[in-house]
């Protein structure tokens, strides 16, 4: 599998998991990867992400909330919130990704789960984070 499938992958989980506990996250990612047959290598990249979001999520929606204008996170569409969870994680928390390919990756990722408007508002957001510099 590829790195863009193994990142809508976790952006599925991200997902599902925000509707029910990020306490048992060990426990969903395992039985999810074996589920759908994944190796240690994608395995590993799909872990880190969920843990890094889990970790981050707050700080995250706080930025979301800054730089979303009459917006109210709770107000927010639940596909673009895990699609700006995963890309602000991978932006400011994760050395391994450029902030430049998360962005996109985010807006991609968008377009095709949440549409043509989920993208431009997941871009907006992210432009103006990445604007701002690393806040965190």
Same mark, same amino acid.
């Given at each position: 599998?590829?790195? *863009?499938? %193994? *990142?809508?992958?976790?952006? !599925?989980?991200?997902?599902?998991? #925000?509707?029910? %506990?990020? +306490? ?14 994944? /190796?240690?290598?994608?395995? +590993? @990249?799909? @872990? ?5 979001? $889990?970790?981050?999520?707050? !700080?995250? /929606? %706080?930025? =979301? ?6 917006? %109210? =996170?709770? *107000?927010?569409?639940?596909? /673009? ?7 602000? @994680?991978?932006?400011?928390? $994760? ?12 807006? #991609? ?6 549409? #043509? ?20």
């Amino acid at each position: 599998m590829s790195r *863009r499938d %193994d *990142r809508i992958l976790a952006f !599925q989980l991200a997902f599902g998991i #925000d509707f029910h %506990d990020w +306490e048992n996250l060990d426990e969903t990612v395992e039985y999810i990867l074996e589920e759908f047959g994944r /190796d240690d290598t994608e395995g +590993e @990249y799909i @872990y880190a992400t969920l843990s890094g979001i $889990s970790r981050t999520r707050h !700080q995250a /929606d %706080d930025l =979301i909330s800054r730089h979303s204008k009459d917006w %109210d =996170i709770e *107000r927010l569409n639940r596909v /673009d919130l895990a699609i700006l969870r995963l890309a602000i @994680y991978e932006m400011i928390f $994760s050395a391994e990704i450029p902030e430049s390919v998360a962005i996109n990756e985010a807006v #991609d990722i968008s377009k095709e789960f949440s549409g #043509d408007e989920g993208g431009r508002f997941i871009n907006g957001i992210l432009g103006n984070i990445s604007r701002e510099g690393r806040p965190i």
